[in-house]
């Protein structure tokens, strides 16, 4: 099933519940929210005060993306936020095994997320216990940046390791996703696809979301 994961990065927070709205009319069924630290990404966005009214806004899952160093202490602080997912990066987590866990411990799902530079092989040893995988297709810190092909071959190997392995998590992709890469990235294995400048940078949200989907619905019929 592709489901569209709108980031809320690359709306306007002045109208943060009306463009979540019309993203949602559009199709939407998750929404994405990144947050960043300033640290682990050069960049700094939002925290849990935006994500508890964020959940006043929608009944969609809000799929929260961790991209900081030390995200431990905050699990508990987003979940009661109101987050349904929480994903962190595997480049960050010592203990990965045991922060994967905590975040199902607070009744989230769990993801790991992994940068462009970071092999697959890595994971080997959590993808038995992860709900979705998130492949970065962008360097992580900034909206609107341009798609890394590169990393498609890292879609196509989770989907054969999934299917090989009997597992069940899902397949995330993030950075660059728009009309003209979506195609690839789903025929690659991908099944959420976040899209922040697609949906909400220009236009109306709705028709974005629903032009988004349609291609990416297509693709995944053409699937090999």
Not at 75 to 91: K, L, R, T, Y
């Amino acid at each position: 099933m592709i489901e569209l994961a709108p980031s809320i990065l690359a709306s306007d927070f002045a109208h943060l519940a009306d463009q979540v709205e019309r993203a949602t009319a559009g199709g939407a069924t998750v929404i994405h929210v990144d947050v960043m630290d300033g640290h682990f990404v050069p960049n700094l966005t939002l925290g849990p005060p935006v994500v508890k009214s964020l959940r006043q806004a929608t009944r969609l899952p809000l799929d929260c993306h961790l991209m900081i160093e030390n995200p431990d202490p905050f699990i508990s602080e987003f979940a009661e936020a109101g987050a349904d997912w929480i994903s962190v990066h595997q480049e960050v987590c010592r203990h990965l095994n045991r922060t994967l866990n905590l975040i199902k411990e607070h009744n989230c799902r769990a993801g790991v997320v992994i940068n462009p530079a970071t092999p697959v092989d890595t994971l080997f040893e959590v993808l038995d216990i992860v709900d979705h995988v998130l492949v970065m297709s962008v360097n992580p810190g900034f909206g609107g940046q341009k798609f890394i092909p590169g990393t498609l071959h890292k879609m196509r190997k989770l989907a054969e390791i999934r299917a090989a392995r009997g597992y069940h998590y899902r397949i995330e992709v993030d950075g660059g996703v728009a009309v003209d890469t979506v195609v690839d990235v789903v025929r690659a294995g991908a099944e959420i696809l976040v899209a922040g400048s697609a949906v909400f940078g220009k236009g109306d949200a709705k028709a974005n979301a629903q032009l988004l989907l349609e291609a990416a619905r297509s693709a995944s019929l053409q699937r090999v």
